[in-house]
Protein backbone atom coordinates (compact mmCIF):
# COMPACT_ATOMS: atom_id res chain seq x y z
CA UNK A 1 0.00 0.00 0.00
CA UNK A 2 1.65 3.28 -0.94
CA UNK A 3 2.03 6.14 1.49
CA UNK A 4 -1.00 7.87 -0.61
CA UNK A 5 -3.44 4.61 0.10
CA UNK A 6 -2.54 4.90 3.48
CA UNK A 7 -3.36 8.41 4.25
CA UNK A 8 -7.14 8.00 1.89
CA UNK A 9 -7.57 4.79 3.82
CA UNK A 10 -7.00 6.90 7.36
CA UNK A 11 -9.16 9.87 6.01
CA UNK A 12 -11.74 7.63 5.44
CA UNK A 13 -11.66 6.42 8.91
CA UNK A 14 -10.87 9.29 10.90
CA UNK A 15 -14.51 10.76 9.08
CA UNK A 16 -16.32 7.77 9.65
CA UNK A 17 -15.36 7.40 13.36
CA UNK A 18 -14.79 10.48 14.87
CA UNK A 19 -18.14 11.56 15.41
CA UNK A 20 -18.25 8.42 17.51
CA UNK A 21 -15.21 8.40 19.31
CA UNK A 22 -16.48 12.40 20.38
CA UNK A 23 -19.63 10.69 22.07
CA UNK A 24 -17.78 8.65 24.02
CA UNK A 25 -15.16 10.73 24.72
CA UNK A 26 -17.88 13.48 25.71
CA UNK A 27 -20.00 10.84 28.03
CA UNK A 28 -16.95 9.82 29.54
CA UNK A 29 -15.28 13.53 30.44
CA UNK A 30 -18.49 15.67 30.56
CA UNK A 31 -16.82 18.12 28.84
CA UNK A 32 -17.05 19.24 24.74
CA UNK A 33 -13.36 20.95 24.22
CA UNK A 34 -12.10 18.08 26.36
CA UNK A 35 -13.39 15.78 24.42
CA UNK A 36 -12.84 17.46 21.25
CA UNK A 37 -9.07 17.44 22.73
CA UNK A 38 -8.89 13.58 23.17
CA UNK A 39 -10.28 12.65 19.92
CA UNK A 40 -7.53 14.95 18.17
CA UNK A 41 -4.99 12.95 20.34
CA UNK A 42 -6.63 9.76 19.63
CA UNK A 43 -6.39 10.38 15.62
CA UNK A 44 -2.94 11.97 16.11
CA UNK A 45 -1.59 8.71 17.77
CA UNK A 46 -3.90 6.80 15.14
CA UNK A 47 -2.19 8.55 12.09
CA UNK A 48 1.52 7.80 13.63
CA UNK A 49 0.83 3.95 13.81
CA UNK A 50 -1.64 3.62 11.06
CA UNK A 51 0.72 2.14 8.12
CA UNK A 52 1.57 -0.99 10.86
CA UNK A 53 -2.25 -1.91 11.06
CA UNK A 54 -2.55 -5.08 9.82
CA UNK A 55 -6.08 -5.74 9.77
CA UNK A 56 -8.25 -2.55 8.59
CA UNK A 57 -11.73 -3.68 9.85
CA UNK A 58 -10.34 -3.71 13.62
CA UNK A 59 -9.61 -0.22 12.80
CA UNK A 60 -12.91 0.94 14.58
CA UNK A 61 -11.86 -1.04 18.09
CA UNK A 62 -8.58 0.01 17.39
CA UNK A 63 -9.41 4.24 17.77
CA UNK A 64 -11.56 3.31 20.86
CA UNK A 65 -9.00 1.77 22.51
CA UNK A 66 -6.40 4.32 22.07
CA UNK A 67 -9.39 7.13 23.15
CA UNK A 68 -9.64 4.85 26.13
CA UNK A 69 -5.81 4.77 26.78
CA UNK A 70 -6.02 8.82 25.85
CA UNK A 71 -8.60 9.37 28.52
CA UNK A 72 -7.38 7.63 31.21
CA UNK A 73 -3.50 9.53 30.72
CA UNK A 74 -5.24 12.77 31.22
CA UNK A 75 -7.15 11.63 34.22
CA UNK A 76 -3.75 10.35 35.35
CA UNK A 77 -1.90 14.30 34.60
CA UNK A 78 -4.93 15.67 36.33
CA UNK A 79 -4.38 13.76 39.23
CA UNK A 80 -1.20 14.17 39.24
CA UNK A 81 -1.34 18.13 38.91
CA UNK A 82 -3.97 17.97 42.22
CA UNK A 83 -2.41 19.28 45.18
CA UNK A 84 -1.75 17.39 48.27
CA UNK A 85 -3.30 19.45 50.76
CA UNK A 86 -5.98 21.07 49.22
CA UNK A 87 -9.47 20.76 50.70
CA UNK A 88 -12.17 18.77 48.80
CA UNK A 89 -13.81 22.17 48.40
CA UNK A 90 -11.38 23.52 46.42
CA UNK A 91 -10.72 21.66 44.29
CA UNK A 92 -11.59 22.19 40.70
CA UNK A 93 -14.50 20.25 39.73
CA UNK A 94 -13.25 18.09 36.29
CA UNK A 95 -16.29 18.88 33.27
CA UNK A 96 -19.04 20.75 34.56
CA UNK A 97 -20.86 22.01 31.71
CA UNK A 98 -24.16 23.20 33.46
CA UNK A 99 -26.70 22.83 30.90
CA UNK A 100 -26.22 18.97 29.74
CA UNK A 101 -25.60 18.16 33.96
CA UNK A 102 -29.79 18.22 33.85
CA UNK A 103 -30.08 15.76 31.09
CA UNK A 104 -31.56 12.63 33.54
CA UNK A 105 -29.86 10.02 31.17
CA UNK A 106 -26.29 11.32 31.89
CA UNK A 107 -27.12 11.57 35.37
CA UNK A 108 -28.62 8.20 35.95
CA UNK A 109 -25.56 7.01 33.72
CA UNK A 110 -23.09 8.40 35.68
CA UNK A 111 -24.56 7.47 38.72
CA UNK A 112 -23.50 3.50 37.35
CA UNK A 113 -20.36 2.15 38.37
CA UNK A 114 -17.45 2.84 35.93
CA UNK A 115 -16.88 -0.97 35.23
CA UNK A 116 -20.61 -1.10 33.89
CA UNK A 117 -21.02 2.31 31.91
CA UNK A 118 -18.31 1.99 30.18
CA UNK A 119 -19.37 -1.07 28.02
CA UNK A 120 -22.70 -0.18 28.27
CA UNK A 121 -21.46 3.28 26.77
CA UNK A 122 -19.36 1.42 23.94
CA UNK A 123 -22.39 -1.33 23.21
CA UNK A 124 -24.61 2.19 22.81
CA UNK A 125 -22.87 4.81 21.83
CA UNK A 126 -20.27 2.67 19.35
CA UNK A 127 -22.23 -0.07 18.56
CA UNK A 128 -19.67 -2.75 19.03
CA UNK A 129 -20.31 -6.48 20.23
CA UNK A 130 -19.88 -8.01 23.26
CA UNK A 131 -16.52 -9.45 22.06
CA UNK A 132 -15.13 -6.36 20.25
CA UNK A 133 -15.83 -4.67 23.82
CA UNK A 134 -14.19 -7.55 25.34
CA UNK A 135 -10.88 -6.61 23.17
CA UNK A 136 -10.88 -2.77 23.82
CA UNK A 137 -11.40 -3.53 27.71
CA UNK A 138 -8.84 -7.05 27.40
CA UNK A 139 -11.91 -8.90 29.33
CA UNK A 140 -13.56 -11.86 28.80
CA UNK A 141 -17.18 -11.75 26.19
CA UNK A 142 -18.73 -13.32 29.33
CA UNK A 143 -17.41 -10.73 31.55
CA UNK A 144 -18.27 -7.93 28.97
CA UNK A 145 -22.03 -9.63 28.76
CA UNK A 146 -22.69 -9.20 32.24
CA UNK A 147 -21.72 -6.23 32.76
CA UNK A 148 -23.33 -4.77 30.09
CA UNK A 149 -26.42 -6.64 31.77
CA UNK A 150 -26.16 -5.34 35.30
CA UNK A 151 -25.59 -1.86 33.54
CA UNK A 152 -29.37 -2.50 32.34
CA UNK A 153 -30.88 -3.48 35.45
CA UNK A 154 -29.35 -1.07 37.17
CA UNK A 155 -30.41 1.85 34.91
CA UNK A 156 -33.72 0.60 35.53
CA UNK A 157 -33.88 0.54 38.64
CA UNK A 158 -32.26 4.10 39.56
CA UNK A 159 -34.72 5.15 36.66
CA UNK A 160 -37.98 3.54 38.77
CA UNK A 161 -36.51 5.15 41.65
Not at 93 to 103: A, I, K, R
Not at 137 to 142: C, G, Q, T, V
Request: hydrophobic letters at 45%; a negative charge.
Amino acid sequence: MTSVDVGRDFESAARTYSAELFRFAYWKVKDRGLAEDLVQDTLLRAWKAWASLKDRHAGKSWLYRILRNEIARYYERARLQMQEGAELDELPELGQTGVEQGVEMQNLLNALPEQYREPLLLQVLGGFTCAEIGAIMSLSEAAVMQRVSRARLALRKLAED
